[in-house]
C-alpha cells in the first residue's frame, strides 16, 4: 500500500514454481488458456485475468518440467 514493495511475473512465477515443487501435485488445474484475451467492451463469457493467469501457470509448468498432469 505504501508503494515500498513491488512485483514482477518473475517473481510471481517463481512463487508458483516454488509452491509446485514443495507440492509435487499429480494434477495442476487451470482455467482455459487457449481463449483469447477480450479486447475492451468484448463480452465473450471469459476475464482477461482468468486467461493471463492461466497462461503463467502453463509457462511456468512448461519451463519447469513438473511432472503434475496439466488439465485446464
Sequence with gaps: MDGSTSYTL????????????????????????TKSIPEV?????EHADHVVSARIVVDVVQQGNFEGKLLG
Excluded at 467492451?41 to 463469457?45: F, S, V
Design 10 to 33: 518473475k517473481t510471481l512465477k517463481d512463487l508458483i514454481a516454488t509452491v509446485l515443487r514443495q507440492k509435487t501435485p499429480h494434477s495442476i488445474r487451470v482455467l482455459d488458456f
Design 41 to 45: 467492451g468484448e463480452h465473450d463469457g
